[in-house]
């Protein structure tokens, strides 16, 4: 059994509140700080953050969720993903003070957190690598593609669809419009690019990301859902980044792939299965 210590700590002029997973069977030197991706809970959603925090604890790394500023128990403003720096920062002081002798933090963040961490880790040594799960890439241009890409077309095939065309279960017109709207808008986006090359294929978000992994030389873990558009439009905005590629090309991400989970791994299986990959991972990093 892991021990659980609440804590209350400082971020500008707010109070923040967060939970301090520690084995039972003496201090960790590297610890993981999880932050939360949202605008959410530090429980998570289907309790994963909790539970991950507890499998960690329990396996010996030392873990701490917290609410950022404007969420959850914590005060202050919500100010998005954007700019939450401030808090991770001190979210990691508070976790090393709260556990004495820990020298290296990971960070852990699903969604938009992913994005926020690759924003904040060049500037701080102590950060010794991050897991990033299902990174936010969010563009009106890149979720058109990525909604033609692997959803429109998938269903098209889907026998389920027509299945349920045939039995009178399909509100036909109202996907129709659905899909003929984000045909329209991927292309006039493309029509806009090709008249522009300074913006073709670029996904500002995704490239402050790469600009983020870039001035980090620490290991990354990637994990991915199968089922998940928001996956699907990462790895678009990826392979459309020759900034990615040369990042990629140097070895420092290691993935791994869910095939069939969803974007928060709602299931069982799913959220162990990431507990497990993130601790046989935290476990085997250098030092």
Request: with cysteine; aromatic share 10%.
């Amino acid at each position: 059994m892991s021990i659980e210590t609440p804590l209350s700590f400082r971020c500008g002029d707010a109070d923040l509140i967060g939970m301090v997973h520690t084995p039972d069977d003496g201090p960790p030197r590297r610890g993981v700080l999880i932050v939360v991706g949202g605008p959410q809970y530090r429980i998570g959603s289907h309790r994963q953050f909790l539970l991950l925090a507890r499998a960690l604890a329990d396996s010996g790394i030392a873990a701490m969720r917290f609410d950022y500023r404007g969420l959850g128990d914590s005060g202050g403003e919500f100010a998005g993903f954007e700019n939450i720096g401030d808090d991770i920062r001190a979210a990691a002081d508070a976790f090393q003070q709260a556990v004495p002798g820990l020298e290296e933090i990971v960070l852990w963040g699903l969604c938009d957190a992913a994005a926020a961490i690759l924003f904040y880790v060049p500037g701080d040594s102590r950060i010794a690598a991050s897991v990033l799960l299902n990174p936010w890439v969010r563009s009106e241009t890149g979720y058109a593609k990525t909604q033609l890409r692997h959803y429109y077309l998938r269903r098209l095939t889907s026998r389920e669809m027509w299945s349920k065309i045939f039995r009178g279960r399909f509100q036909l017109f109202e996907s129709l419009a659905s899909f003929f709207g984000t045909v329209r808008t991927a292309t006039a986006d493309d029509a806009r690019d090709a008249g522009d090359n300074s913006t073709a294929g670029g996904n500002p978000l995704a490239d402050r990301m790469a600009e983020g992994l870039a001035g980090y030389s620490r290991p990354v873990l990637l994990i991915m859902s199968g089922n998940d558009l928001t996956a699907r439009e990462f790895d678009d905005a990826v392979k459309a980044s020759p900034e990615w590629q040369t990042l990629l090309a140097a070895g420092r991400m290691t993935r791994h792939d869910l095939p069939a989970a969803d974007h928060t791994f709602s299931r069982r299986m799913w959220r162990d299965e990431v507990a497990e990959i993130t601790i046989d991972w935290v476990r085997g990093l250098p030092g």
